[in-house]
């Protein structure tokens, strides 16, 4: 089955990144793109292998994993501009996908993003 809405929806998450609203549903991203909401979450659930809830966590999580990795942030303020409803459901998601917190990733993972040379 093709989905007329394909287009629309990744341009909306990833250039407009609807992801960092904390209160989007799939009704409302449904009528945005332009199709009902059992449209899109079949093609989110039968086309990309995931729930509506992972899709959109998992854009939120790299939004996230950017801002731990490149500012002094707090958890706090990193879970809040990626989007997240609240720090302990960042955390939860965070723990489930990468298997350790976010200050142990970014400990293990400093190597990838070296600070920038302060002169």
């Known amino acids: 089955m093709r989905y007329h809405f394909v287009n ?10 609807m992801y960092l609203n904390p209160k989007l549903t799939l009704d409302y991203l449904a009528e ?8 899109l979450s079949n093609y989110i659930n039968q086309e990309l292998k995931k729930t509506f809830f992972n899709y959109v966590n998992g854009m939120r999580l790299n939004d ?31 723990i489930y996908v990468h298997k350790c917190t976010p200050s142990v990733y970014k400990r293990e993972h400093m190597y990838l993003y070296p600070p920038k040379d302060s002169k």
């Open 32 to 39: 945005y793109v332009g199709t009902n909401r059992t449209y």
């Open 64 to 94: 996230a994993i950017q801002l731990l990795m490149t500012t002094e942030s707090t958890l706090d303020v990193i879970s809040e501009r990626s989007g997240f409803n609240s720090l302990s459901t960042f955390r939860r998601y965070f």
């Open 8 to 17: 629309r929806l990744n341009e909306c998450m990833t250039k407009e990144k």
